[in-house]
């Protein structure tokens, strides 16, 4: 029982603690705290209590606001308590408000005034106590307050002082790095300091500046060698040593530093070769602090250049740990193997048993490593054990935060690794099935576009089979009780897609099932969303199919629910449904070709095709296009000046517009940005794409009403878009004939496409087919040859092409940033040669599209700006408003196309009428040769059992 | 980075909560009941280590130990070394805590709690370990109670309070 001098504690509280404690339910305790609270409330605001009996009342509000309960009427007593001259009351004080507040909380600048004079204080008890709330309480706005005392104090005589000096002064810096920046070199100088304590101390400043920025500090791993060599040698005091080893945590922290100072330094590297070795050797291996040093060094080896001998040490040290009956040391042994075997992948093969052992072992904690190491070690030979172990495990747990993370994974590496079709789509079934909410819906794109696409067996005949084995494994799934939204997204889709393609089902059954679907859901609208869309497909397939039509009951209860929906998207749907189901054969097949979810749809951002009607437009006196950017400073002055003094002013800043980087359109960039790797907006996208198409027609001939117009006309006009097309594209085609060209080329070398996503993955040896094929679906058969470039010069200028087509060949030069820039997950060393992850692809895409959109714009300010004339702008202002929004909308439309291949299709079979080709889109007969000898050149057999759990996981 | 310090006994009331980064009180007791959660469900004989990232947040993890009838966890990020996190626990409870109270006990730590605020200070500041050295984190915490008691003429617990404390 403690009961020296300064923490004392009256009758009360001891009291007040037992009574808590043994209070026999939350609710009793809750009372008593409560009654605390009043009691503390009423005293502690009576006059002249004896400084005692205040501290006393603090400590009993900590403790208070330690168990859940409020003590904020007591915060300004707390902060008075820092100004007492009494080191007792002055140390309870700060200890309450470091506990109590927060750095922007507003008392604290009550108390900045006193940590100033505390700081130099003479008495070093108070100045220590002053620093702990420096630590604690000081924000980026107060720093400056007392940044100039704790930088005296880096040179206080007692040790005890400057470390904790150190300390706050590190807390700055992570604070607000900029307004000690200048300052950093202190933690350089105070590692000379004489004091082993502060010069420890030192080391976590250091290792996070180092961190941050490793090549400042390559010089100092000379000194950071010296000081180990010398901590390990036993020179410093005996003091430091634990458990009969020199300072570890010294040891520890420096080794840390080493690691970083030595990734990928020869040169640094061989500096530490020796004292590492050492360590190895003289650590003691029985004590738990020794392994912990261990441990770093084998962190420490796994991270430097690589050295045949250090890693054999490692290994050994590896071996040790995983044969150890101890959790702890398994736990460190798999965490280090998974660091080692990126290095020395044949490590793992000597301890498969242990592994096994550990992945079948109680304890959560060390199961969830080794998924963590197989994850590591997965390649294409043992991905089919490796995510069946994963995906059970998933269904076993509960926390949700790790079954997000596992079925995350299990998609990775399935996406990364599948050996078949089958297989993938079963093993998506199966992660959607139990972790389907959790699942990132860009997830379930790739699965519906892959059974879409498939990817090219060996005839469209796997493809039908694949699909149908698909419909009906969902048929199945359907019969289950409550399955995940997104889940029930790609079921509708599949079904509505592929339901009736091989005639096993009728358009009732399917159609049954996709009614219960949207009843069964009814409150989720996007699944409504996604069924109602298939209902219309099958209709519009049984149509096309000169089958009667007979829309079951159900089926015409829920559209007349949905007609009037509160929600205008599922409203939309059931009115084109409706629609739909009036027209006859020819235009249904039109609009809803079967099978063409793959077809591109091409969209000309440009509106390029409008050209000839602007000119015509602008002969007969209208007024040319001005870009946003130029077109606000313009109208400002514009409300300034009169009319007379317009003319002039506006072609005058039209004209210097020219030259400016246009920041307007730069800084929507980003929001872009943002739209493509985050937002998959799965209702949505309907909206942007159906508005730009039916705007466009009628934005020239009345800028004005357009925007009130929009859907009304466009249903009719954007029929007429594709016989502008032509002229413009082939205007501009010319000179993006060369990329074109030496893109084809490099896709000749298949290394490329391996690494690209499933999706790309198609042979870029296909290329020139494909673009035939876009070429002809989008201009008709005539004239494809000339048309050819223009669908090139799209692709390789439009921000998005791999959203809207990934079969379209990336640069030589796309290809070469992809690998240079880093790697998002960590490499595998194991597969070197193998692809890389789907997120590459995606991630890269932005600075493509930053480009694209860039161009796209300088091309159509160019075309816009050409003509001279400029005249009053409130209409063009109207005009500029619309075709803006056009290019920001239709930009993140494209990018939604990515990852949402049904937003792709349903628009552009409801709405795009050059999508006619239907029948041929499967991939052909070479494309699917190429894709099985890589599967082959992968090593995989699908046929292969899982014979032997261990050759499997780790042959 | 040691991003808090927690004390529970078995039953999962806290005896002693540090947060070196500010957490609102309703979060910390969020956590606090969280972090409990797992505890007890922890079987016997495994390792002391939890992954907490889904109790706070990325890069983070989660070293326990027992000792009688407390729990002491610390929970850190990536830039720390587990077994040495179950060392400083080790340096806490057992070597600095024993010297202060000579078998320590749950009551102890209540009962003293701005002085195991102390010690914790001395130890670890701003989420670094600052202090290794059990004699020398003693030394400066007796330094600052015999200051203190020499500021203030205090009686000291009488014998029967400490009596039934120990139980």
């Known amino acids: ?955 | 980075m040691i991003k808090a310090v927690m004390v529970m006994n078995t039953q999962g009331k806290p005896r002693l909560a540090k947060f070196f980064d500010y957490l609102p009180v309703e979060k910390q007791q969020e956590l606090i009941r969280r972090v409990f959660g797992v505890l007890c469900s922890r079987p016997e004989n495994v390792s002391n280590f939890i992954e907490a990232e889904s109790i706070f947040g990325p890069d983070s993890r989660l070293v326990y130990n027992h000792f009688a009838t407390l729990y002491f966890v610390v929970v850190f990020d990536s830039s720390e070394n587990e077994l040495a996190m179950l060392d400083y626990i080790q340096l806490l409870g057992q070597q600095t805590l024993e010297r202060c109270f000579k078998n320590v006990c749950e009551l102890d730590i209540v009962f003293n709690y701005s002085k195991i605020h102390t010690i914790l200070d001395e130890i670890i500041l701003g989420g670094q370990v600052l202090e290794t050295r059990s004699t020398e984190i003693m030394r400066a915490v007796e330094e600052i109670s015999k200051l203190e008691a020499a500021t203030n003429a205090i009686s000291f617990i009488p014998k029967s309070a400490s009596s039934w404390l120990s139980r």
């Not at chain 1, 037992?18 to 305790?29: L, M, Q, T, V």
């Open chain 1, 1 to 955: 029982m403690g009961s020296q001098g300064g923490f004392y504690q009256s009758k009360e509280f001891l009291d007040l603690v037992k009574s808590i404690g043994e209070a026999r339910s939350k609710a009793e305790e809750d009372r008593i705290v409560l009654n605390e609270i009043e009691t503390l409330k009423r005293r502690i605001s009576e006059p002249d209590i004896p400084k005692r009996k205040m501290k006393e009342y603090i400590i009993r509000l900590v403790y208070i606001e330690m168990l859940g309960h409020d003590a904020s009427f007591g915060y300004i007593h707390a902060v008075k308590m820092t100004h007492d001259d009494s080191l007792l009351v002055k140390r309870t004080g700060y200890l309450a408000v470091t506990l109590f507040l927060n750095e922007d909380h507003d008392l604290i600048i009550l108390i900045v005034n006193t940590i100033q004079k505390d700081l130099k204080s003479d008495n070093y008890l108070v100045v220590c106590a002053a620093l702990n709330a420096v630590c604690k309480l000081i924000n980026e706005e107060t720093i400056p307050a007392v940044l100039p005392q704790v930088m005296e104090l880096l040179a206080h005589p007692k040790e005890a002082v400057r470390k904790k000096a150190i300390m706050a002064l590190h807390r700055f810096y992570q604070k607000s790095p900029s307004s000690v920046s200048h300052l950093v070199s202190n933690f350089r100088k105070r590692l000379c300091d004489n004091d082993p304590g502060v010069m420890g101390a030192t080391l976590c400043p250091l290792f996070e500046l180092i961190a941050r920025d490793v090549n400042s500090y390559k010089d100092l791993v000379i000194s950071f060698v010296s000081i180990l060599k010398q901590v390990a040698e036993r020179r410093l005091s005996k003091a430091y040593d634990y458990h009969q080893m020199p300072a570890p945590f010294i040891q520890i922290k420096l080794l840390k530093i080493l690691a970083l100072l030595g990734s990928g330094d020869k040169q640094a590297s061989e500096n530490m070769y020796t004292v590492v070795g050492d360590i190895f050797r003289k650590c003691d291996s029985s004590s738990n602090i020794g392994n912990a040093v261990l441990y770093e060094c084998i962190c420490c080896v796994s991270s430097i250049y690589p050295n045949p001998k250090l890693l054999e040490s490692a290994a050994d040290v590896i071996s040790r740990f995983l044969k150890s009956d101890s959790h702890n040391l398994k736990y460190m042994g798999i965490d280090a193997l998974g660091r080692l075997i990126k290095i020395s992948p044949e490590i793992a093969e000597q301890h498969q048993l242990a592994v096994i052992d550990c992945l079948e072992d109680p304890d959560d904690t060390l199961k969830r490593k080794t998924f963590e190491l197989l994850y590591k070690m997965t390649k294409s030979t043992n991905v089919e054990v490796i995510v069946d172990r994963m995906i059970d495990y998933m269904i076993s747990i509960n926390d949700n935060h790790y079954k997000t993370e596992i079925a995350s994974r299990c998609v990775e590496l399935a996406e990364q690794f599948a050996p078949s079709n089958q297989w993938f789509i079963q093993t998506m079934n199966r992660v959607f099935e139990h972790a389907g909410d959790l699942v990132n819906i860009k997830v379930a794109h790739n699965l519906m576009r892959l059974i879409a696409e498939g990817f090219g067996e060996d005839d469209d005949n796997a493809d039908t089979k694949l699909r149908s084995s698909a419909v009906e494994s969902y048929l199945r799934i359907l019969g289950e009780p409550k399955l995940p939204s997104v889940f029930l997204q790609v079921i509708c889709w599949v079904l509505g897609e592929y339901g009736t393609a091989d005639g096993m089902f009728s358009a009732s059954d399917i159609t049954g099932k996709l009614c219960d679907v949207a009843e069964a859901y009814s409150n989720d609208e996007t699944v409504k969303a996604y069924a109602t869309t298939a209902l219309m497909k099958i209709y519009a397939f049984e149509i096309a199919a000169w089958r009667k039509v007979d829309m079951l009951p159900e089926c015409q209860s829920l559209m007349e629910e949905l007609l009037a929906s509160h929600s205008t998207d599922l409203q939309q749907r059931a009115y084109e449904l409706q629609a739909v189901i009036g027209l006859d054969a020819h235009a249904v097949a039109c609009i809803m070709p079967s099978d063409a979810s793959c077809e591109d749809i091409e969209v000309d951002r440009d509106l390029s095709f409008l050209n000839d009607y602007i000119q015509e437009a602008i002969e007969k006196g209208a007024q040319p296009y001005i870009p946003e950017s130029e077109r606000s400073g313009m109208l400002n002055i514009s409300n300034f000046r009169n009319q007379d003094h317009h003319e002039a002013s506006s072609h005058g800043l039209r004209f210097e517009a020219y030259e400016l980087p246009k920041p307007a359109v730069q800084s929507r960039i980003p929001q872009t940005l943002i739209a493509s790797t985050e937002i998959v907006p799965v209702p949505e996208p309907m909206y942007p794409r159906e508005s730009y198409q039916t705007t466009m027609p009628s934005i020239p001939s009345d800028a004005g009403s357009a925007e009130l117009k929009l859907r009304l006309e466009g249903v009719q006009k954007k029929w007429g878009r594709s016989t502008y097309t032509p002229a413009t594209s082939t205007s501009n085609s010319t000179s993006q004939k060369t990329v074109n060209g030496t893109s084809q080329g490099d896709g000749a070398s298949t290394v490329s496409s391996m690494r690209e996503t499933y999706d790309s993955r198609k042979p870029q040896v296909e290329v020139s087919h494909e673009k035939q094929k876009l070429a002809a679906s989008l201009f008709g058969g005539s004239s494809k040859t000339e048309k050819r470039p223009a669908t090139g010069h799209k692709a390789a200028k439009a921000s998005s092409h791999v959203v809207e087509k990934s079969h379209v060949p990336k640069s030589s030069m796309e290809v070469a940033s992809e690998k240079a820039a880093p790697a998002q997950q960590p490499p595998d060393l194991l597969d070197l040669g193998e692809p890389t992850a789907t997120s590459t692809a995606l991630q890269l895409d932005p600075f493509k599209q930053l480009e694209g959109l860039l161009d796209a714009t300088e091309v159509a300010s160019a075309v816009n700006g050409a003509p001279a004339a400029s005249r009053s702008p409130d209409i063009m202002a109207l005009y500029a408003d619309t075709a803006a929004g056009i290019h920001n909308k239709n930009d993140a439309d494209l990018l939604s196309g990515l990852s949402n291949p049904s937003v792709t299709n349903m628009p552009g079979t409801t709405a795009m009428p050059q999508v006619t080709q239907s029948s041929s889109k499967g991939p052909n007969p070479k494309d699917s040769l190429e894709k099985d000898a890589l599967v082959r050149q992968m090593g995989v057999n699908p046929s292969s059992q899982n014979p032997n759990l261990f050759k499997d996981l780790l042959g």
